[in-house]
């Protein structure tokens, strides 16, 4: 799997591929049939199989200060790529360069001449281009007029309603990963370095493993299963706090899963962490000795849930 530069000349050997088009955040169960029908034809011809993405997302490019909600980083995004049976995954990077291209400039510039491309495959609501000037009809009329295939998927849906990362946002915002889980076809997962913290947590018996959101989206704050995995390739077993902690001064926001039976040190480590059932909101307690007796009561929750979503 090769990550590639969608500003530069795509390498001979990835050259003539099919490429899935979109932003592909979170790579859903939608997401997954537009990549694998492009993986498919991708085999079916003897061509590179390509997934485009753009980084940052256009969303964050042109309002900036919006909240984090992103679901996947690039990192998870090209092991998801890979595992989905992509030979590459291209980024756009989205800049000015980029958001002043009108469509048929976008074509001819990144697909045709620098990818170099044989076939495209995006989604039915797929826009692009200057103020969103491109759609799959835009689309289509320029892979005939360039020599290239274009292919259309359709919504995939679930419960009756389509597939998509806002359906999923929204669900995480609720306090629902179960439903989030179902329609990301694994369980919403945050990564990152595990952080010293102020150590508190070891103090009462229940040390931390502390981790910054960064650019992820917020799920709602509150007391989750969890269920960790390390650099390693162990899996741990707990219960985290995502949230401020408001019952420790000052307010600080992050991750912090206690994992159960283990006392190995977790500073400086990748940490992979997938929040697999809300428990309840984030509280404030009245001293240390609530505070622990509603930690206990938390991780007996946690485990009975863990024993129930084996993976």
């Known amino acids: 799997m090769q990550r590639l530069d969608g500003s530069a000349q ?12 979109g932003n592909f955040d979170g790579f859903h169960l939608g997401h997954q049939a537009v990549v694998g029908r492009a993986v498919a034809l991708a085999r079916a011809q003897g061509r590179p199989a390509l997934v485009a993405t ?14 984090p909600f992103r679901l996947t980083t690039l990192d998870q995004r090209e092991r998801l790529f890979a595992e989905a049976g992509a030979d590459a995954m291209v980024v756009f990077g989205f800049d000015a360069a980029l958001a002043g291209l ?15 491309i044989a076939g495209v495959v995006t989604g039915e609501d797929f826009t692009f281009g200057h103020a969103r000037s491109g759609n799959v009809g835009v689309l289509a009329a320029l892979g005939a007029a360039q020599g290239f295939a274009v292919e259309t998927v359709g919504p995939v849906t679930l419960d009756g309603e389509a597939v998509s990362s806002s359906r999923i946002r929204d669900a995480l915002r609720a306090g629902d990963p179960r439903t989030a889980t179902r329609l990301l076809t694994r369980p919403y997962r945050i990564e990152g370095v595990v952080q010293h913290g102020d150590k508190v947590g070891r103090t009462i018996g229940y040390p931390t493993a502390n981790l910054d959101m960064g650019k992820y989206l917020r799920p709602a704050y509150g007391i989750y299963a969890v269920r960790g995995r390390l650099d390693d390739g162990t899996i741990l077993e707990g219960a985290a706090n995502l949230g401020i902690r ?9 991750l912090e899963p206690y994992f159960f039976d283990f006392a190995g040190d977790l500073y400086g480590r990748r940490l992979e962490v997938d929040l697999i059932d809300y428990i309840r909101p984030e509280a404030k307690f009245d001293g240390l000795e609530p505070l622990i007796r509603q930690m206990d009561a938390d991780c007996a929750t946690a485990r009975a849930i863990l024993r129930r979503n084996e993976p």
């Open 10 to 21: 795509v390498p001979p050997g990835l050259a003539g591929g099919i490429v899935a088009l």
């Open 54 to 67: 753009f980084d940052p997302h256009p969303v964050r490019y042109f309002r900036p200060d919006v909240r």
């Open 102 to 116: 009108d469509a048929a400039a976008f074509v001819a510039e990144r697909l045709v001449s620098r990818l170099g």
């Open 246 to 254: 408001p019952s420790f001064d000052p307010p600080k926001e992050l």
